[in-house]
């Protein structure tokens, strides 16, 4: 009996033996997914890493245009710029939208967005992943990693430049979340710790501080234009320096006009030129007809990088009229999106019917009064034809099927610049009164193509209408309208303001966006802004 | 059998009604067979009543009884039902069988018990009840079969499978699929590209028995997978004897039963020219199309199944044949499967070695009717023509300029017409399993199961360049192709010992398990009808992916008896999964259950009425290791598709991104307290079951926010929650007529459920509501669904609609501001009624008189609601009427609500969906000895989805998950079907 016991024994351990053996069978590895080992194990891989950190200015994944890297928002809606430029335009008196089944979009038609809106939940959390993705690349780019690693010579050259561009870009999104946003959380590192928050003029200190180390001698970022396009360089570290010190008032209560003036002229004198005509900026091929006023840009392409993002809903969003889409966008399908309000309208002469300021372009027959704002068909108002997806030679960009298109969304251009050193001068800046008439007779000029437009005496009513004629839909006109007092309350109102056909004031509180009930749910250092 | 022995069994009733003319003491013979398949029954005890005069019928199911004169025999057995007959009628008995009969052998996972020996909640279906009819996909053998189970077919598609839920869902964002393990293979849920369901690759008639381990206590064994349950299923064996054909045939013909209500072309006509301008006036045709009958169709199917069971020198083996081809009511639809089935059983080493070989075959060939058209269909302009003579194959188009208006619907018809999407899938599961019954220890059993699962699936979806709906991309000819392999390593010891010193019997069992499922899926350029790459369609990043996961298990089970009516089980199992981090990989899942059999019990002994009662209480804890991820512990590197580069300069380049990651994630786990009592009235003659159970799920998977700038997402999937499911289930099936002409069968089951959510995050923050999930049509980004704590998973989340006090009409546009703030916006959403159903309820009956027999099966589901998304989308004016270039059709709902746009979030579109149908409802004839008495011969006829009752505004109350968008209707089906046995 007890032989047997034994030997019964000795069948189980030798069977279980065997088996136990396969623990190791439970470390699975993926087959095509790469741990950062492999990510940073030389120069390309960084490239391909810095890629997906410029990339989330037009795409909304690297997988499909149907998929997000941000939860809880629409996918397709999800990408930077498109989002970007939803809160700044559709709550002003450039943008109305018709999609009013997208989640979130009624609650920004209403003037009602609450801490749940999934819109301005959905950038906040772009936003905050793109810093992240910053933080990460950045601590895989210090000097003992790529020691570590035996990235010498020019590929660390490279990269250490590839470094000081992702610290720019963490800069720019940490400015967009402080105008939008106010008080962020605040994080440089990767880290399960929930972030703190940072004060808003708190948040402007950092991004002074970061600009004035990429711009100093020990930055390795490019000289302006030096760099290849859709680049950083030292221009776009100067623009934004230019259009955070004109708003430094709002953000801190402190003014900044002298350096706005500075920085403003130092983009100017860099070697930028407008691009000959105003309708190159806005084409399929505007990466060569704009190459000269661009200074940083959100590269789209109909093949290669393709997203519902904002070129893309703007050419087929902006009309519903599908000859229109076909023969004036270059795009197939007309998506009856967007339009104008006729505040917009009456800033041009002549608006409708050709209009010698060639940035008019409007569509849409001539009732310019939108009395419907459900009714895109019938509800009367015009759109605006702006992005197009045809080439300077009038052929369409490289989708056939009219989908996805090539054209690249400026985000700082030399005409911005113009405009704000005017302002900046206006404002008390420290700059040459006759060279702001100058630059924004230049504007002028090209739009109609003479001087029939010149302006002999500037003020800065006259600056922000300009603005919209030379800016509109490029997602300026929220910041705008809140460094001139006239976002909220009731100094000015235009149609559909609040919510109602006539328009009406709204809660100085809405200035600022909420920060997302999600994020405060999960990081209890957060506080909401007031108001929400 | 010898010709002098079925000489006599013919003359049996012949001798039966000559002993009728003799004086008394008689010999009284007979034949007792079953009253379902006319099977022989041995060991039969029969009985003079009031007498201890009794016999057994021999192994043809004939007995020989000597009795008195005007003696009543009783015939009973713990398998049927016992009926009492007069001797002189005694000629030919039919029995019918109990449900789960006390003897019948259950099957528990790693081992099987006898019925009466089960301690935990284990429902047990066999060939003989399953459900008849048009059966093509295993599940529907059991739909409304047993308590606390449901099947909700994904629609009527052909091949379509089913969601099937014990005791309601068990988890959020993890998988809530049972496991499902057949001839000890545990099979993956994940199913293969080219198949819609992971169950239709094995071939229903193949299929012995169901055994659905409902508690923890039974289901703990499987430990990490089996917190939905586990469905164990038996195929058929070889039996011992002459070879024993059967061969079945099945025409059946399916019509729509009901189609979406939209506006006739005449309505139409109306509505636009009341509503529409003078542009939208214009585009009204002349043509009066009913869209929807164009893309359906009555379709013939057939099912035809041949099988021999016998044996050859000594080994038994069955053999089976399967060919079922199957049409869709949505044109163009198809499925073929071609299914092969071996077993061969044979037992060496003088009945020491028993070897099981399991091998089944199946291939299917399905072509995918694009179910788009169904919505097209809806929303198609009834009054423009079908054909044109366009040159999109001769379908009328909305067009843009000269090509095909891509924001218009499709032509129903020619999005159907004009494509061809084929899939062919090849799958095969076997295994060998080695009983060993030690020859120097035979109480000690050595099993060893070897199994796989393998498949390939591939296909191509093909669209002509003219089709309109790939026009702009020049058609289109997309491939796809998936193979998956799975490989199973069992090993257990069972030791049996019965001690009578102690009045005990142990039975241990311990084992070891190891099986590792890989997926290879392969990556495709897409491209033009020609073969050329479509445009903008660029070569895949990586040709495949090779996704693995690997379990490792040991585990242990005691069963203890004690004195023939204490019952202990005991079990204990350890789960390794790769799915998670080193530290988080393994657990240990326990479960221990108690059951008394109280009628063994000196003051119930020999009770008449009550004759069987057994009381059992279980405790057991589970798992559910599926959460979908397989790697994401760590973080890992994505390269971007090859349409996601980025410029840099004149070069496009490939972005990597660091995968979100949670190095904390491990399985959900679950704990469920059951308690039940099995019973029987009357010798069998009522018998049932009734639990009640209380489980808590923890660590519920929750998709939930993670603070901004800490990982790659701003969402993660985490071990957050807990959950509480409540429900109390009754069985009962009866005889209520039991006679040698007439039986009647009834059986009725009931089950009650609650399911709340009582955790959701990390923090516990009073002003979250919940995560919003079930996305609906209309808009983008809509969901309509809520997890919210306290409530039910997927409760609607909508505004409350307020209505015209005179029509009771709802008021376009106007919601209750419930939280008074003097604006309507998302905090004012509320919880409104659940998706899932409070009450099941199943009835079946059978009836059968003299060679006929007549049956049906219903269910109902009480308490579920169902968003009306087809309304909700469709049914506004503005959905019609929003362009001047294409006019849409609507629901015919706009004409009640005149809205002129959509209001998706109204709880008006939430509505009582509760249903009585009635699944089947069939009659056979039994014509008996055919063909010179070769051949035994049954014909029947079936309906299937006959009726349902429902206050339900759509076609259908029951679309899993609860919303109704577009769903491929049910099709009502009538069956013939011959049965030959031979």
Redesign the interface.
């Given at each position: 009996m007890k032989r047997?016991f034994f030997?019964?024994i000795g069948?189980?351990a030798i069977?279980?033996g065997s088996?136990i053996g396969?623990?190791k069978?439970?470390?699975?590895?993926?087959?095509?997914?790469?741990?950062?080992e492999?990510?940073y194990a030389n120069a390309a891989?960084y490239?391909?890493?810095?890629?997906?950190i410029?990339?989330g200015f037009?795409?909304t994944?690297?997988?499909?245009?149907d998929k997000s890297?941000?939860?809880?928002?629409?996918a397709?809606?999800s990408e930077f710029t498109r989002m970007f430029w939803y809160l700044q335009e559709l709550v002003t008196d450039e943008a109305l939208i018709f999609?009013?089944?997208?989640?979130?979009?009624p609650?920004l038609r209403?003037y009602?967005?609450?801490s749940?809106?999934?819109l301005t939940k959905g950038l906040?959390?772009r936003i905050?992943?793109t810093?992240?993705?910053c933080?990460?690349f950045l601590s895989q780019c210090t000097d003992a990693k790529l020691a570590a690693r035996g990235i010498s010579g020019a590929d660390a050259t490279n990269i250490k430049r590839y470094r000081d561009e992702v610290r720019f870009i963490r800069a720019y999104q940490y400015w967009a979340g402080m105008d939008l946003y106010g008080n962020l959380?605040f994080?440089l590192e990767?880290?399960?710790?929930?972030?703190s928050q940072i004060k808003r003029a708190d948040l402007f200190k950092f991004i002074e501080s970061e600009l004035k180390a990429l711009e100093s001698t020990s930055s390795n970022l490019a000289e302006p234009r030096t760099n290849?396009?859709?680049?950083v360089d030292k221009g776009a570290v100067w623009a934004l320096f230019a259009r955070m010190y004109l708003n430094a008032e709002v953000y801190t209560s402190e003014k900044k006009y002298d350096e706005a003036v500075v920085y403003s002229k130092k983009v100017i004198d860099a070697g930028y030129t407008l691009a000959t005509t105003y309708r190159n900026l806005f084409l399929a091929d505007n990466?060569i007809t704009g190459k000269s006023e661009f200074i940083l840009t959100a590269?789209y392409?109909?093949?290669?990088?393709?997203s519902y993002g904002a070129s893309t809903i703007l050419s087929h969003g902006c009309t519903?009229?599908?000859?229109v889409?076909?023969d004036s966008l270059g795009v197939?399908?007309?998506?009856?999106g967007f339009k104008t309000t006729s505040k917009i309208v009456q800033l041009f002469p002549s608006a409708l019917s050709n209009s010698p300021d060639k940035r008019a372009s409007f569509t849409g027959g001539s009732n310019t009064t939108v009395s419907n704002y459900?009714?895109?068909?019938?509800g009367g108002g015009v759109s605006i034809i702006k992005f197009r997806n045809l080439k300077s030679d009038g052929t369409k960009g490289?989708?056939?099927?009219?989908l996805?298109v090539d054209t690249d969304f400026p985000l700082f251009r030399l005409a911005e610049m113009y405009l704000i050193y005017a302002e900046a001068k206006l404002r008390g800046g420290n700059g040459d009164g006759t060279l702001a008439l100058n630059y924004f007779n230049s504007l002028r000029r090209r739009a109609y193509q003479s001087n029939a437009g010149d302006v002999a005496i500037l003020d800065l009513d006259l600056i922000l209408d300009e603005r919209a004629r030379e800016l509109h839909w490029e997602g300026h006109r929220r910041t705008d309208l809140i460094r001139f007092g006239k976002f909220t309350g009731g100094t000015y109102v235009w149609p559909w303001k609040g919510g109602v056909a006539t328009g009406q004031s709204i809660d100085a509180y809405r200035a600022l966006y909420p920060i997302p009930?999600?994020?405060?749910?999960?990081?209890?250092n957060l506080k909401q802004n007031p108001g929400y | 059998m010898n010709c002098k022995r079925l000489l006599a069994l013919m003359l049996l009733p012949l001798l039966a009604i000559c002993s009728f003319a003799q004086a008394q003491d008689k010999m009284v013979t007979g034949k007792v067979t079953d009253a379902k398949d006319g099977s022989a029954l041995q060991g039969i005890s029969v009985m003079q009543k009031g007498t201890k005069n009794a016999t057994q019928t021999n192994a043809e199911g004939v007995f020989k009884i000597k009795v008195n004169a005007g003696a009543v025999l009783v015939f009973s057995s713990v398998n049927y039902a016992s009926i009492e007959v007069s001797a002189d009628a005694a000629s030919l008995i039919k029995l019918t069988s109990v449900a789960a009969s006390l003897s019948d052998v259950v099957v528990i996972g790693y081992g099987t018990a006898k019925k009466k020996d089960v301690t935990g909640s284990i429902t047990t279906i066999g060939a003989k009840d399953f459900v008849k009819g048009a059966i093509t996909t295993p599940d529907q053998l059991i739909a409304g079969k047993v308590a606390g189970v449901s099947i909700t077919s994904n629609g009527g598609a052909p091949g379509a499978g089913s969601r099937i839920r014990i005791r309601g869902a068990a988890s959020l964002s993890a998988n809530n699929d049972p496991l499902i393990v057949i001839d000890g293979v545990p099979i993956t849920s994940d199913g293969i590209s080219g198949s819609a369901n992971p169950l239709n690759m094995i071939n229903p008639n193949d299929i012995e028995s169901f055994n659905i381990l409902k508690d923890a206590s039974a289901a703990a064994i499987y430990g990490n997978r089996a917190s939905n349950g586990v469905i164990i299923i038996t195929t058929k064996k070889g039996k011992k004897g002459k070879p024993v054909y059967a061969f079945s045939s099945q025409v059946q013909i399916s019509e729509v039963a009901k189609t979406v209500d939209v506006l006739s072309a005449a309505q139409y006509r109306t509505f636009v020219n009341t509503h529409g301008n003078s542009a939208q006036k214009a585009l009204l045709g002349t043509a009066n199309t009913d869209w929807q009958k164009q893309i359906y169709q009555t379709s013939i199917n057939v099912d035809n199944n041949l099988s021999a069971s016998g044996s050859f020198k000594k080994v038994p083996y069955r053999f089976s044949l399967g060919y079922l081809n199957q049409t869709g009511v949505l044109k163009t639809g198809k499925f073929d499967r071609v299914s092969v089935g071996i077993n061969l059983s044979p037992t060496v080493w003088n009945n020491h070695l028993k070897i099981d070989v399991n091998l089944k075959g199946i291939n299917t060939q399905s072509k995918f009717a694009e179910e788009g058209a169904i919505g097209s269909a809806m929303s198609f302009d009834p009054t423009q023509p079908v054909f044109n003579g366009s040159k999109f194959g001769g379908y009328y188009e909305w067009l843009d300029g000269t090509n095909p208006n891509k924001l218009a619907p499709r032509n129903p018809l020619g999005q159907l017409m004009n494509r061809d999407n084929k899939s062919q899938v090849n799958r095969s599961i076997g295994n060998v399993q080695l009983d060993y019954k030690v020859h120097f220890l035979p109480d000690l059993r050595v099993n060893v199961n070897l199994g796989y699962d393998i498949a390939e699936g591939s296909g191509t979806d093909f669209a002509p360049a003219i089709s309109a709906q790939y026009y702009t991309d020049s058609g289109t000819s997309n491939k796809y192709k998936e193979a998956q392999r799975n490989l199973l390593g069992d090993f257990y010891l069972n030791y049996v010992k019965e001690v009578k010193s102690l009045k005990s019997r142990f039975d241990v069992m311990v084992g070891h398990s190891y099986q590792d499922f890989l997926i290879t899926k392969y990556n495709f350029q897409s491209f033009q009808a020609n073969g050329q790459p479509r445009s903008g369609s660029l070569p895949p990043q990586f040709p495949y992916d090779k996704p693995q996961n690997t379990l490792l298990s040991f585990y242990g089970r005691l069963n203890y008896i004690f004195n023939g009516r204490y019952y202990l089980t005991a079990s204990v199992r350890r789960d390794g999964t790769s799915r998670f981090a080193p530290e988080n990989r393994w657990g240990t899942f326990s479960a221990a259950s108690l059951a008394w059999r109280i009628s063994d019990e000196a003051f119930l002994k020999g009770n008449k009425v009550l004759t069987d009662l057994k009381l059992r209480v279980g405790y057991g804890q589970t798992g559910q290791e599926n959460v979908g991820e397989r790697y994401s512990y760590l973080s890992y590197y994505n390269l971007s598709g090859n349409n996601f580069t980025y410029q840099l300069g004149d070069s496009f380049y490939h972005m990597y991104k660091p995968g979100a990651y949670d190095p904390k994630r491990r399985w959900e786990s679950a704990e469920t307290y059951n308690a039940g009592l099995d019973f029987a009235f009357f010798k069998n003659r009522i018998t049932g079951t009734v639990d009640v159970y209380f489980k808590k799920t923890s660590d519920l998977l929750s998709t939930v926010d993670v603070p901004a700038a800490t990982n790659f997402s701003n969402r993660l999937l985490s071990n957050v929650g807990n959950m509480e499911n409540k429900g109390f289930e009754i069985n009962i099936n009866t005889i209520p007529i039991q006679n040698n002409n007439f039986s009647w069968e009834a059986g009725v089951n009931l089950t009650m459920y609650d399911t709340k959510l009582t955790k959701l995050t990390n923090v516990n923050d009073p002003n979250f509501v919940g995560n919003l999930v079930g996305g609906i049509d209309g808009g983008t980004g809509g969901n309509i669904q809520i997890q919210s704590v306290g409530a039910w998973p997927s409760a609607f989340y909508v505004y409350k609609q307020v209505y015209d006090k005179s029509t009771n009409k709802p008021i376009e546009g106007l919601y209750e501001d419930l939280n008074r703030d003097g604006q309507i916006n998302e905090k004012d959403r509320y919880i409104y009624k659940r998706p899932e159903p409070t009450v099941l309820l199943g009835f079946t009956s059978n009836v059968s008189y003299k060679k006929w027999s007549a049956g049906f099966v219903m269910r109902g589901n009480f308490g579920n609601y169902m968003y009306n998304n087809v309304w909700s989308n469709t049914g506004t004016v503005n959905n019609a009427l929003s362009r001047t270039d294409v006019i849409n059709n609507t629901s015919s709902n706009v004409l009640y609500t005149n809205f002129s746009s959509r209001q998706l979030l109204s709880d008006y579109y939430v509505q009582n969906a509760s249903f009585l149908r009635m699944d089947n409802f069939n009659i056979g004839y039994t014509v008996g000895k055919v063909m010179n008495n070769k051949a035994n011969l049954r014909l029947s006829g079936n309906v299937q989805n006959v009726f349902v009752i429902t206050k339900y505004k759509g076609i259908d109350p029951e679309i899993a998950g609860g919303i109704d968008k577009r769903l491929y209707p049910r099709p009502r089906i009538f069956v013939f079907s011959v049965n030959v046995d031979f």
């Amino acid at each position: 009996m007890k032989r047997r016991f034994f030997k019964i024994i000795g069948m189980v351990a030798i069977v279980s033996g065997s088996l136990i053996g396969c623990t190791k069978d439970l470390n699975r590895y993926p087959l095509n997914d790469v741990t950062s080992e492999t990510v940073y194990a030389n120069a390309a891989g960084y490239k391909m890493a810095m890629a997906k950190i410029y990339g989330g200015f037009s795409t909304t994944s690297s997988v499909g245009t149907d998929k997000s890297d941000i939860e809880g928002v629409d996918a397709g809606t999800s990408e930077f710029t498109r989002m970007f430029w939803y809160l700044q335009e559709l709550v002003t008196d450039e943008a109305l939208i018709f999609w009013t089944n997208d989640e979130g979009v009624p609650a920004l038609r209403s003037y009602a967005w609450d801490s749940q809106n999934v819109l301005t939940k959905g950038l906040y959390y772009r936003i905050l992943f793109t810093i992240t993705l910053c933080n990460d690349f950045l601590s895989q780019c210090t000097d003992a990693k790529l020691a570590a690693r035996g990235i010498s010579g020019a590929d660390a050259t490279n990269i250490k430049r590839y470094r000081d561009e992702v610290r720019f870009i963490r800069a720019y999104q940490y400015w967009a979340g402080m105008d939008l946003y106010g008080n962020l959380p605040f994080s440089l590192e990767v880290s399960s710790t929930p972030p703190s928050q940072i004060k808003r003029a708190d948040l402007f200190k950092f991004i002074e501080s970061e600009l004035k180390a990429l711009e100093s001698t020990s930055s390795n970022l490019a000289e302006p234009r030096t760099n290849e396009y859709g680049r950083v360089d030292k221009g776009a570290v100067w623009a934004l320096f230019a259009r955070m010190y004109l708003n430094a008032e709002v953000y801190t209560s402190e003014k900044k006009y002298d350096e706005a003036v500075v920085y403003s002229k130092k983009v100017i004198d860099a070697g930028y030129t407008l691009a000959t005509t105003y309708r190159n900026l806005f084409l399929a091929d505007n990466n060569i007809t704009g190459k000269s006023e661009f200074i940083l840009t959100a590269n789209y392409d109909g093949i290669k990088t393709q997203s519902y993002g904002a070129s893309t809903i703007l050419s087929h969003g902006c009309t519903n009229n599908s000859s229109v889409a076909t023969d004036s966008l270059g795009v197939i399908g007309a998506w009856a999106g967007f339009k104008t309000t006729s505040k917009i309208v009456q800033l041009f002469p002549s608006a409708l019917s050709n209009s010698p300021d060639k940035r008019a372009s409007f569509t849409g027959g001539s009732n310019t009064t939108v009395s419907n704002y459900s009714d895109y068909a019938n509800g009367g108002g015009v759109s605006i034809i702006k992005f197009r997806n045809l080439k300077s030679d009038g052929t369409k960009g490289s989708d056939n099927t009219g989908l996805y298109v090539d054209t690249d969304f400026p985000l700082f251009r030399l005409a911005e610049m113009y405009l704000i050193y005017a302002e900046a001068k206006l404002r008390g800046g420290n700059g040459d009164g006759t060279l702001a008439l100058n630059y924004f007779n230049s504007l002028r000029r090209r739009a109609y193509q003479s001087n029939a437009g010149d302006v002999a005496i500037l003020d800065l009513d006259l600056i922000l209408d300009e603005r919209a004629r030379e800016l509109h839909w490029e997602g300026h006109r929220r910041t705008d309208l809140i460094r001139f007092g006239k976002f909220t309350g009731g100094t000015y109102v235009w149609p559909w303001k609040g919510g109602v056909a006539t328009g009406q004031s709204i809660d100085a509180y809405r200035a600022l966006y909420p920060i997302p009930a999600s994020d405060l749910n999960v990081n209890l250092n957060l506080k909401q802004n007031p108001g929400y | 059998m010898n010709c002098k022995r079925l000489l006599a069994l013919m003359l049996l009733p012949l001798l039966a009604i000559c002993s009728f003319a003799q004086a008394q003491d008689k010999m009284v013979t007979g034949k007792v067979t079953d009253a379902k398949d006319g099977s022989a029954l041995q060991g039969i005890s029969v009985m003079q009543k009031g007498t201890k005069n009794a016999t057994q019928t021999n192994a043809e199911g004939v007995f020989k009884i000597k009795v008195n004169a005007g003696a009543v025999l009783v015939f009973s057995s713990v398998n049927y039902a016992s009926i009492e007959v007069s001797a002189d009628a005694a000629s030919l008995i039919k029995l019918t069988s109990v449900a789960a009969s006390l003897s019948d052998v259950v099957v528990i996972g790693y081992g099987t018990a006898k019925k009466k020996d089960v301690t935990g909640s284990i429902t047990t279906i066999g060939a003989k009840d399953f459900v008849k009819g048009a059966i093509t996909t295993p599940d529907q053998l059991i739909a409304g079969k047993v308590a606390g189970v449901s099947i909700t077919s994904n629609g009527g598609a052909p091949g379509a499978g089913s969601r099937i839920r014990i005791r309601g869902a068990a988890s959020l964002s993890a998988n809530n699929d049972p496991l499902i393990v057949i001839d000890g293979v545990p099979i993956t849920s994940d199913g293969i590209s080219g198949s819609a369901n992971p169950l239709n690759m094995i071939n229903p008639n193949d299929i012995e028995s169901f055994n659905i381990l409902k508690d923890a206590s039974a289901a703990a064994i499987y430990g990490n997978r089996a917190s939905n349950g586990v469905i164990i299923i038996t195929t058929k064996k070889g039996k011992k004897g002459k070879p024993v054909y059967a061969f079945s045939s099945q025409v059946q013909i399916s019509e729509v039963a009901k189609t979406v209500d939209v506006l006739s072309a005449a309505q139409y006509r109306t509505f636009v020219n009341t509503h529409g301008n003078s542009a939208q006036k214009a585009l009204l045709g002349t043509a009066n199309t009913d869209w929807q009958k164009q893309i359906y169709q009555t379709s013939i199917n057939v099912d035809n199944n041949l099988s021999a069971s016998g044996s050859f020198k000594k080994v038994p083996y069955r053999f089976s044949l399967g060919y079922l081809n199957q049409t869709g009511v949505l044109k163009t639809g198809k499925f073929d499967r071609v299914s092969v089935g071996i077993n061969l059983s044979p037992t060496v080493w003088n009945n020491h070695l028993k070897i099981d070989v399991n091998l089944k075959g199946i291939n299917t060939q399905s072509k995918f009717a694009e179910e788009g058209a169904i919505g097209s269909a809806m929303s198609f302009d009834p009054t423009q023509p079908v054909f044109n003579g366009s040159k999109f194959g001769g379908y009328y188009e909305w067009l843009d300029g000269t090509n095909p208006n891509k924001l218009a619907p499709r032509n129903p018809l020619g999005q159907l017409m004009n494509r061809d999407n084929k899939s062919q899938v090849n799958r095969s599961i076997g295994n060998v399993q080695l009983d060993y019954k030690v020859h120097f220890l035979p109480d000690l059993r050595v099993n060893v199961n070897l199994g796989y699962d393998i498949a390939e699936g591939s296909g191509t979806d093909f669209a002509p360049a003219i089709s309109a709906q790939y026009y702009t991309d020049s058609g289109t000819s997309n491939k796809y192709k998936e193979a998956q392999r799975n490989l199973l390593g069992d090993f257990y010891l069972n030791y049996v010992k019965e001690v009578k010193s102690l009045k005990s019997r142990f039975d241990v069992m311990v084992g070891h398990s190891y099986q590792d499922f890989l997926i290879t899926k392969y990556n495709f350029q897409s491209f033009q009808a020609n073969g050329q790459p479509r445009s903008g369609s660029l070569p895949p990043q990586f040709p495949y992916d090779k996704p693995q996961n690997t379990l490792l298990s040991f585990y242990g089970r005691l069963n203890y008896i004690f004195n023939g009516r204490y019952y202990l089980t005991a079990s204990v199992r350890r789960d390794g999964t790769s799915r998670f981090a080193p530290e988080n990989r393994w657990g240990t899942f326990s479960a221990a259950s108690l059951a008394w059999r109280i009628s063994d019990e000196a003051f119930l002994k020999g009770n008449k009425v009550l004759t069987d009662l057994k009381l059992r209480v279980g405790y057991g804890q589970t798992g559910q290791e599926n959460v979908g991820e397989r790697y994401s512990y760590l973080s890992y590197y994505n390269l971007s598709g090859n349409n996601f580069t980025y410029q840099l300069g004149d070069s496009f380049y490939h972005m990597y991104k660091p995968g979100a990651y949670d190095p904390k994630r491990r399985w959900e786990s679950a704990e469920t307290y059951n308690a039940g009592l099995d019973f029987a009235f009357f010798k069998n003659r009522i018998t049932g079951t009734v639990d009640v159970y209380f489980k808590k799920t923890s660590d519920l998977l929750s998709t939930v926010d993670v603070p901004a700038a800490t990982n790659f997402s701003n969402r993660l999937l985490s071990n957050v929650g807990n959950m509480e499911n409540k429900g109390f289930e009754i069985n009962i099936n009866t005889i209520p007529i039991q006679n040698n002409n007439f039986s009647w069968e009834a059986g009725v089951n009931l089950t009650m459920y609650d399911t709340k959510l009582t955790k959701l995050t990390n923090v516990n923050d009073p002003n979250f509501v919940g995560n919003l999930v079930g996305g609906i049509d209309g808009g983008t980004g809509g969901n309509i669904q809520i997890q919210s704590v306290g409530a039910w998973p997927s409760a609607f989340y909508v505004y409350k609609q307020v209505y015209d006090k005179s029509t009771n009409k709802p008021i376009e546009g106007l919601y209750e501001d419930l939280n008074r703030d003097g604006q309507i916006n998302e905090k004012d959403r509320y919880i409104y009624k659940r998706p899932e159903p409070t009450v099941l309820l199943g009835f079946t009956s059978n009836v059968s008189y003299k060679k006929w027999s007549a049956g049906f099966v219903m269910r109902g589901n009480f308490g579920n609601y169902m968003y009306n998304n087809v309304w909700s989308n469709t049914g506004t004016v503005n959905n019609a009427l929003s362009r001047t270039d294409v006019i849409n059709n609507t629901s015919s709902n706009v004409l009640y609500t005149n809205f002129s746009s959509r209001q998706l979030l109204s709880d008006y579109y939430v509505q009582n969906a509760s249903f009585l149908r009635m699944d089947n409802f069939n009659i056979g004839y039994t014509v008996g000895k055919v063909m010179n008495n070769k051949a035994n011969l049954r014909l029947s006829g079936n309906v299937q989805n006959v009726f349902v009752i429902t206050k339900y505004k759509g076609i259908d109350p029951e679309i899993a998950g609860g919303i109704d968008k577009r769903l491929y209707p049910r099709p009502r089906i009538f069956v013939f079907s011959v049965n030959v046995d031979f």
